[in-house]
């Protein structure tokens, strides 16, 4: 057998396509998660699992890429007016409500802003991570069932 084909190959490749979806890169973790499970529906929790962890690792290093970016760089990154207001006043959105807004780090488009925005406020790493993972569970979650697995 080939290796490509096995379940092991496909939950590898499943994990990269769920992490490197997660960053600005584009990418249909979803439609992988879906193929897996159909091929292989032994290794749906497994499937599962390793796209909720790939895609959050993948939303946390971009968390973390921004937040290791120096304070006065942050100080001085958003402008005073037009679309920098707008900016600043989503950055206080994510202030006011903190980490559960990252329940929706799955969206497209936005997801990824609010993963860098959260790590731009340096909102707590923790927090962050769990809910970030909790709102990705549920996509996948949603996928899963819709593969026949739930």
Request: charged fraction near 15%; include cysteine; glycine fraction near 12%.
């Amino acid at each position: 057998m080939d290796f490509f084909s096995t379940a092991e190959a496909g939950l590898a490749g499943l994990f990269l396509a769920s992490f490197l979806s997660a960053t600005l890169l584009p990418g249909g973790s979803e439609a992988v998660l879906f193929a897996v499970i159909k091929l292989h529906p032994d290794q749906a929790a497994a499937a599962l699992a390793l796209a909720t962890l790939g895609n959050t690792l993948g939303g946390m290093t971009t968390y973390g890429m921004v937040r290791l970016l120096p304070a006065r760089v942050m100080r001085s990154g958003i402008p005073g007016d037009g679309d920098g207001r707008k900016a600043a006043n989503r950055l206080n959105a994510l202030r006011r409500h903190g980490a559960p807004l990252l329940l929706l780090a799955w969206a497209p488009i936005i997801g990824d802003a609010l993963c860098a925005a959260a790590g731009w406020l340096r909102l707590p790493w923790l927090p962050c991570a769990l809910w970030m993972a909790t709102g990705k569970a549920a996509r996948y979650g949603l996928v899963a069932a819709g593969a026949g697995m739930l």
